[in-house]
């Protein structure tokens, strides 16, 4: 379970808080999704998460145990992290970099043994992505090479999985497939949390979602309670229209384009 | 990407020991294998003796390490810093050791330890103020490994400058006797610098090959590496300053020895190595073995001439790696 609890993280120089007393927990088999602008926290959190932004007030625990306090490895045990961005300068195997994720258990000299190997397999199967074992990073497309970063993280075995925008430069239909499986992979017992800036996919597949506005918490509950017009203009300071996803009846959201009027006719080109 | 077989171990340790057997058989006075392995043993003609055992064994061995310390220091220092340019010289290292060697020369330190001492101090001197350059340039925030490379660079151009500043008004002995250094040479090789060498080698060598899985994880960004539990900060400048030790101590003993460091490991890396651990050894048998042969050839193809090894070392290695940039892409 990841929990913080009134976090505030603030980087060296900056005049405000880049999270500003934040609070919230993800559940184990549970999706929670953190959303909001750009530059509203989301990153922010998820480095604090890592160890790698100054938090000089509140925390930010994970089963309970403070992040500040745990050590690197014991942290690398507790959460697996997908980062934003990551691309290795050198090719690597898949096989081999997936392998990668087995190093908290290992440390600098323990030789993989069949655990290892089993996890690393297990962890293939569940991003679906065995049958890219033997290639180079190099030769992947987008999506497989996202969905080759989960593995990575999965053979981690830790019991939360953090994701930052896994899904940015992805087709429909991969971005699809990565939220099938964070969704899967969340029922399975793991804790997820993810960041995303897909509001639609997120109100379909998220648990709850918290919604950041300027390093604070601007609204949180199950989509339907975040997904609200009013809520999302003010926040976005953009007009939008939440309207349902026709199949499951989760909220979709529609921005208007400009001039910002409501258009129940069919639109024109005559415009402008 | 090409497999790495496991024979390759052996070829590569062979291919070394062949060329090192060749160089000490080889120079001003040829000598035959069979001569080379009874001097070796203490017998036979006591000249030959003498030649194998004070002159060409040490130079040899001198190779042997300064190649194996560039090519394991670039390995690391490519992989850590994410950067397929990276290289031991880049870091300030070598500008460092050279404004050591060059005060110490102006000064009228003649004598080999002096000499190697000063560029010793002056390569390890670079390092720490390219560390506390970096620091500044990070508002009092954790510097990232990008401003570590960046604050190197700066400090090796400004330790340039000042190297050609001093040689402006020295007297032109200094000059000659610098520039030979800057040209890099294993022809200084003595059993006390190659102990020396062997002592640094081992140590920071054995240090950076202890640590190498961290390496592996610090080579896929800093925020995947601190996700799988290594302090990204902290692995990030042990490596740069062990491998920057390294570089320093094979600066010191052989002057400035270009292109090893560089591209060695892109070398190694072709033969399908990417585990730092393995990739380290391999760098630094393909660096010794790629030194070794380029000072048989500075001190035999233009003799009496000796050329110097910095320049030979890239003619022989530059062909080489175009051949094998060719079958990667």
Known sequence: MIEVRNLVVRYPGASANAVDGVSFVSERGRLTALAGPNGSGK?????????????????????????????????????????????????????????????????????????????????????????????????????????????RALAQRAPALILDEPTTFLDVAHEMSIFELLSSLSRSGLAVLLVSHQLNLVARFADRIVLLHHGRIAVSGSPADVMTAERLEAIYGWPIVVTRDPAIGAPALVPLRRPFQLQTAHPTNERR | ?????????????????????????????????????????????????????????????????????????????????????????????????????VLAFSLGGTTEPVITLAAFVGGVAAVFVALAVSRAGGRGARADLRTLLIAGVIVGAFA??????????????????????????????????????????????????????????????????????????????????????????????????????????????????????????????????????????ARTVAAPTELPLGAITALLGVPFFLVQLRRLT
């Open chain 1, 43 to 151: 990153s922010s959190i998820v480095r604090a998460l890592l160890r790698r932004a100054h938090i000089p007030q509140g925390s930010a625990l994970v089963d309970g145990r403070d992040v500040q306090t745990l050590s690197y490895s014991d942290l690398a045990t507790s959460i697996a992290v997908v980062p934003q961005r990551e691309e290795p300068v050198f090719p690597i195997r898949v096989l081999d970099y997936v392998a990668l994720g087995r190093y908290p258990h290992l440390g600098l000299w323990r030789a993989p043994g069949e655990e290892d190997r089993s996890a690393v397999e297990v962890a293939l199967s569940q991003a679906g992505v065995s049958d890219l074992a033997d290639r180079a990073t190099d030769t992947l497309s987008g999506g497989e090479w996202q969905r080759v970063r989960i593995a």
């Open chain 2, 160 to 297: 340039n400058a000042a190297i050609m500043v001093a040689l402006a008004s020295a007297a032109p002995n200094t000059v000659r006797g610098a520039l030979w250094w800057m040209m890099g040479s294993a022809a200084d090789a003595t059993w006390q610098r190659v102990v020396w060498l062997a002592v640094s080698v081992a140590i920071a060598g054995g240090a950076l090959i202890y640590r190498a899985r961290e390496i592996d994880v610090l080579a896929l960004g800093e925020d995947t590496a601190a996700s799988l539990g290594v302090d990204a900060e902290r692995a990030g400048k042990r490596a740069f300053v062990l491998s920057a030790l390294l570089a320093a101590a094979t600066v010191a003993a052989a002057g400035l020895i270009g292109f090893v460091g560089l591209v060695v490991p892109h070398i190694a890396r072709g033969m399908g190595l990417r585990a730092h651990r393995p990739l380290m050894l391999a760098a630094g048998l393909i660096g010794a073995t790629l030194v070794v042969a380029a000072d048989l050839a």
């Open chain 2, 1 to 101: 990407m090409r497999r790495f077989r496991p024979v390759y171990w052996p070829t590569l340790v062979a291919i070394l020991i062949v060329i090192a057997i060749i160089a000490v058989a080889n120079g001003a006075v040829p000598l035959t294998v069979a001569v080379v392995f009874n001097a070796l043993r203490g017998r036979g003609d006591p000249t030959a003796i003498a030649i194998v055992r004070d002159l060409r064994l040490p130079r040899v061995l001198l190779g042997v390490l300064v190649g194996a310390g560039l090519g394991a220091s670039g390995a690391v220092l490519q992989g850590a810093l994410r950067n397929s340019l990276a290289e031991p010289y880049l870091l300030g290292v070598s500008g460092g050791a050279a404004v050591g060697a």
